[in-house]
T-cell receptor
Framework: SQKIEQNSEALNIQEGKTATLTCNYTNYSPAYLQWYRQDPGRGPVFLLLIRENEKEKRKERLKVTFDTTLKQSLFHITASQPADSATYLCALPNQAGTALIFGKGTTLSVSS | KAGVTQTPRYLIKTRGQQVTLSCSPISGHRSVSWYQQTPGQGLQFLFEYFSETQRNKGNFPGRFSGRQFSNSRSEMNVSTLELGDSALYLC??????????????FGPGTRLTVL
């Protein structure tokens, strides 16, 4: 079955720096990958989807890459702000394409 | 447009009891999925309902069940509660295309504590 690893549970950075979060997966190669943000006591919020034929996708200060050879996605937040502090989850479809499998998330803390 | 709503937000039950959680999707969304989130296991897929039918199911015991009504509202039921069922239960709705690639809209969750 598919396994997802978000390689750090917590990441602490200073305001203004670029945060880079990693999502690694094993077994089959998914057709796409999604990133979500979750704040304490709330449900996840969709941020970006990247497909296997897209190397990179951007949305405002967010950038996602998808390397199907390395089986890895990188999620970047440039010019980070304290308001970016949250848990970020990557998700990809199971092999049948019938459900999303989520990583356990990386908790980002941005200090001013 | 109103978001996904879940009731109740918090619930305390004792072992052996049963519980029913409710989810109202975004208007026009006919697909509703349920997830269990715990610190140890993260977010895990329970099942998905579409047009009142269970379309997909995760790897959870039969104590976990659900249903969907004609107005797309969904309920989830857990019978014979165990301590390990303590978790945040999230529902998510999305536009009903064939795959799960379109974004899911999550509700705020129901925090269930089993004593």
């Amino acid at each position: 079955s598919q396994k997802i690893e978000q390689n750090s549970e917590a990441l602490n950075i200073q305001e203004g720096k670029t945060a880079t979060l990693t999502c690694n997966y094993t077994n089959y190669s998914p057709a796409y990958l999604q990133w979500y943000r979750q704040d304490p006591g709330r449900g996840p919020v969709f941020l970006l989807l990247i497909r296997e034929n897209e190397k990179e996708k951007r949305k405002e200060r967010l950038k996602v890459t998808f390397d199907t050879t390395l089986k890895q996605s990188l999620f970047h937040i440039t010019a980070s702000q304290p308001a970016d502090s949250a848990t970020y989850l990557c998700a990809l479809p199971n092999q049948a394409g019938t459900a999303l499998i989520f990583g356990k998330g990386t908790t980002l803390s941005v200090s001013s | 447009k109103a978001g996904v709503t879940q009731t109740p937000r918090y619930l305390i039950k004792t072992r052996g009891q049963q519980v029913t959680l409710s989810c109202s999707p975004i208007s026009g969304h006919r697909s509703v999925s349920w997830y269990q989130q715990t610190p140890g296991q993260g977010l895990q897929f329970l099942f998905e309902y579409f047009s009142e039918t269970q379309r997909n199911k995760g790897n959870f015991p039969g104590r976990f069940s659900g249903r969907q009504f004609s107005n797309s509202r969904s309920e989830m039921n857990v019978s014979t509660l165990e301590l390990g069922d303590s978790a945040l239960y999230l529902c998510a709705s999305r536009l009903p295309t064939a795959g799960v690639d379109n974004e899911q809209f999550f509700g705020p969750g129901t925090r269930l504590t089993v004593l």
